[in-house]
């Protein structure tokens, strides 16, 4: 019944995508908390949450289970300057003198999952442009964020919740969407310049241990609010504007398993 429930207000499409995977899915039931497991390949359900569980927290793990059963291609295209040459390798003149042309190369790795794909994509000038604009929903900046390994003070950590509850309220989100907001804004920002925002999810030693477990939370999040066609999915794009094009790109790449 819990299943069936998440399909409801979902858009047919990433219906049909999510029962089939819970379907192909092997499942567990465990005592070790509501999880997917990488490494077996696993969807956990904790026996003793399952009544108290959230059809949302059923997509958000399969949403993990998608995303590490979805090859993707990276691919880079750039163009590099070579000296100009004929079909023998012989080198070709102008004027009198060799010259150089424009040539296009083309980089592809094949990558085991979404949040591989993203990790290759992900330039490290657009984490830092949208860790700023994440950390400034907050009020913090470089200059205050807490450092590394650091205790944030409790008023501190107030000050910021503050302006999280009135950010989300200007932005109208709803109860229920809340959740996956915070779980974006808290994942992304504390894996650069960590100070625990303590607004549930995961805690520093979960992101410290793989960088591209950041990519996979916020994929899970977005992929919730995406498949019921939340409004809320919008404000994900302004937490991390460049991390959200990929985060889309991810998503359709995972919908295309629709029968």
């Known amino acids: 019944d819990l299943i069936e429930t998440?399909?409801?207000g979902m858009e047919r499409r990433a219906a049909v995508v999510y029962r089939d995977a819970i379907e192909a899915a092997e499942k567990k039931v465990s005592k070790d908390g509501t999880a997917y497991?990488?490494?077996s390949n696993t969807i956990n359900f904790n026996v003793e949450e399952f009544e108290l569980m959230e059809s949302d927290t059923v997509i958000h793990e399969t949403t993990h289970y998608l995303d590490y059963n979805t090859p993707m291609?990276?691919?880079?295209?750039?163009?590099?300057?070579e000296w100009a040459r004929d079909e023998e390798g012989e080198l070709l003149l102008k004027d009198g003198k060799p010259y150089r042309v424009e040539v296009e190369e083309v980089f592809q790795y094949d990558t085991k999952s979404v949040t591989s794909w993203i990790s290759f994509g992900y330039e490290?000038?657009?984490?830092?442009?949208d860790w700023e604009k994440a950390a400034s929903i907050l009020g913090v900046t470089k200059g205050n964020a807490t450092p590394f390994g650091g205790i944030i003070t409790p008023e501190e950590l107030t000050s910021r919740s503050d302006n999280l509850h009135k950010w989300l309220?200007?932005?109208?989100?709803?109860?229920?969407?809340r959740p996956h907001i915070t779980d974006v804004l808290s994942s992304f920002v504390e894996e650069q310049y960590p100070f625990s925002l303590s607004m549930g999810g995961h805690d520093l030693d979960y992101w410290n241990k793989d960088v591209?477990?950041?990519y996979s939370e916020c994929l899970a999040a977005y992929s919730v609010l995406?498949?019921?066609n939340s409004d809320a999915v919008h404000c994900i794009e302004e937490i991390c504007p460049n991390l959200y094009k990929l985060l889309e790109k991810g998503y359709e790449e995972m919908m295309k398993r629709v029968r």
């Open 6 to 8: 998440a399909f409801e």
């Open 37 to 39: 497991n990488k490494d």
């Open 73 to 81: 291609t990276y691919e880079n295209r750039y163009t590099k300057k």
């Open 124 to 129: 490290s000038e657009d984490r830092v442009s």
């Open 169 to 177: 309220r200007e932005k109208g989100v709803s109860e229920a969407d």
């Open 212 to 214: 591209q477990r950041q």
């Open 226 to 228: 995406r498949s019921r």
